[in-house]
């Protein structure tokens, strides 16, 4: 049986993102660039693969379509999702029909593009190359001009297409009803793994692919220590439970928190979670196109500042959002709502706004929404009210 072919966007959307992209080469006279992060591989590639354990890159040249180089175990993913005709693979030097190596297939797709003395950009960040390939590359490209790309294609990867945007619309419904389940299902004596398998099944039941990340379930003290989950721990009475998910369409993300608690909340908890979801109100009232992300940050800041002292928070309301891959869904695209940020946002960008206040290993208020920045406003795209819900202990 033949492999279907089944994008997840019209050629013409990705022929769209390579010509901004190379706007961005020409501007920096680059002749050519090797991308290795995943989520930008699959922006301008197609390619949808679960494999991040091999070396996978495309080169991208000003002057004709990409070449896709592949680990050849992976060429059913790139028949499937992938639009390019020129997909090279590669075999490793151990394997038992062995071949030269990631490296060698690079510099081999350079060079036999007429690019060895070029200008060439690669990708240098997370998901590139490990330092050792890094230094073959070099000696193997000795000719060329290597710099780092950083950030030719992020700025571009910053604003959605309207048919990005619908996946994540698709995500964010079956994010919304997960953690309706996952609060419902919240009940003294009821394992924190058995809220995760409610959640679970949720998601796939309403159509999520397998999660980038999550969905975490942090109960009693775990919510008061950053990044903890479900550990196979009854809730108890009093026990704050932070809840955070994602659904997942096409590799497209909309992340929530949303936290409850089993019983009353103390004065200081109520306090907590009063100021965490005006945060999040704030940040959605004063994001704008033109608006710089410091000026957003400082206004949810303001907010919450009387109740830091005692509390953990990270500082930051909001980072980006899209194509989600192991093991975060947050894009890494130098871009995020901090004190120190004076980029203005921009219309279709689309951001995660965790506001998570702890009282460290004690309790956790964790509040969010995503929402995506339009020509006039910023719209939420998960719709759970941010609030803590109190569940009868």
Known sequence: MTIPRDLAFEVSEFRARLAAVRTGMAERRLDALLVFSPGSINYLSGLDDNSLSDTTALLVPLDRDPVLILFWFE????????????????????????????????????????????????????????????????????????????????????????????????????????????????????LDTEVGAVILETLHRLGSETSCLGPIVAAGWRSGAPHSSFARQAIRPGDTVFLEVTAQVRRYTAPLMRTGILGEPTADQRRAADAGAAAVATVIET??????????????????????????????????????????????????????????????????????????????????????????????????????????A
């Open 75 to 190: 060429a059913g993913r790139a028949e499937n999702t992938c639009w390019l005709d020129d997909v090279r693979l590669y075999r490793a030097p151990n394997d038992p029909n062995p071949g030269d190596g990631a490296v060698a297939a690079l510099v081999g797709a350079v060079r036999s593009l007429g690019l060895g003395a070029a200008r060439v950009g690669v990708e240098t960040g997370p998901g590139g190359l490990s330092p050792a390939e890094h230094q073959e590359l070099l000696a193997g490209l000795a000719g060329a001009h290597v710099e780092d790309s950083w950030p030719v294609v992020e700025v571009v990867r910053r604003t959605k297409s309207p048919a990005e945007i619908a996946y994540m619309r698709r995500a964010a419904a079956i994010t919304d009803a997960a953690i309706e389940a996952g609060t419902r299902a919240l009940a003294v004596g009821t």
């Open 287 to 392: 994001a704008r196109p033109g608006v710089r992300a410091g000026d957003v940050a400082r206004a949810a800041g303001e907010v919450i500042g009387p109740v830091l002292p005692g509390l953990v928070f990270h500082g930051n309301f909001g980072y980006p959002v899209g194509l989600g891959y192991p093991p975060t869904w947050s894009e890494r695209l130098g871009f995020q709502l901090r004190p120190d940020n004076d980029q203005p946002l921009e219309a279709g960008m689309t951001l995660h706004l965790p506001v998570s206040l702890r009282r460290f290993g004690e309790w956790g208020i964790c509040q969010s929404h995503t929402i995506l920045v339009t020509e006039t406003a910023a719209e939420p795209l998960t719709r759970a009210q941010a609030r803590l819900q109190v569940v009868p």
